[in-house]
């Protein structure tokens, strides 16, 4: 079936490049969206559509696809970056998909 | 702005239904995808299904053959039932309104909070 792939886990120390990876075969033809999920709160769409900030999401925030690999990156991570990450897109049936997820840790 | 909120019992019986709610406010339902999401403590985000303010819906194929999703578009909600309950199934259940994106991705913004489903006897 269908997958799409993160790592666990990232971390990085405060102020650096945190990025975060995504690995799906229909990546090509279908967007990426990225969510961010702070420990006991609901899900927050950071990314749609491969690379575009929802209002109110900081501009350290950015996203690229290339191929099968979809990239979150977090440009100076702070520490209220600190959360779990899901990718999301479609599945073959073109319904909605969640990656595992990788746990951001910043400090 | 709209605002989703889910309600139901927070502990069911293994084997039993389990049977949720989720209000809109500050919108109508009589539009988008209305979504149902879970996540099992400590675990990822499962998409459970979704109906379409048409009345059309699709299911997760791991859960299909228990679950019904279902309008009722009078009192702006959607409800979640899932039969023949498990340990397996308890999770934080959440509720989220679905837009068609392009390239076909139905993508899920805003979500409810979310509520705490038990399974134990």
């Known amino acids: 079936s269908y997958e799409l792939t993160q790592p666990p886990s990232v971390s990085v120390s405060p102020g650096q490049t945190a990025r975060i990876t995504c690995f799906g075969d229909?990546?090509?033809?279908?967007?990426a969206y990225w969510y961010q999920q702070k420990s006991g709160q609901a899900p927050v769409l950071v990314i749609y559509e491969d690379n575009k900030r929802p209002s109110g999401i900081p501009e350290r925030f950015s996203a690229s696809t290339s191929g099968t690999k979809a990239t979150l990156t977090i440009s100076g991570a702070q520490v209220e970056d600190e959360a779990d990450y899901y990718c999301y897109s479609t599945d073959s049936s073109g319904n909605p998909l969640f990656g595992g997820g990788t746990k951001l840790t910043v400090l | 702005q709209v605002q989703l909120q889910e309600s139901g019992p927070g502990l069911v019986k293994p084997s039993e239904t389990l049977s949720l709610s989720c209000t809109v406010s500050g919108g109508s339902i009589s539009s988008y995808y209305w979504n149902w999401i879970r996540q099992p403590p400590g675990k990822g985000l499962e998409w459970i299904g979704y109906i379409y303010y048409s009345g059309s819906t699709s299911y997760n194929a791991s859960l299909k053959s228990r679950v019904t999703i279902s309008l009722e578009t009078s009192k702006n909600q959607f409800s979640l039932e899932l039969t023949s309950v498990t340990a397996a199934d308890t999770a934080v259940y959440y509720c989220?309104?679905?837009?068609?994106?392009?390239?076909?991705?139905?993508?899920?913004?805003?979500w409810g909070q979310g509520t705490l489903v038990t399974v134990s006897s």
């Open positions: 229909a990546l090509p033809k279908k967007y």
């Open positions: 989220a309104r679905g837009q068609s994106g392009v390239a076909g991705v139905i993508w899920l913004v805003p």
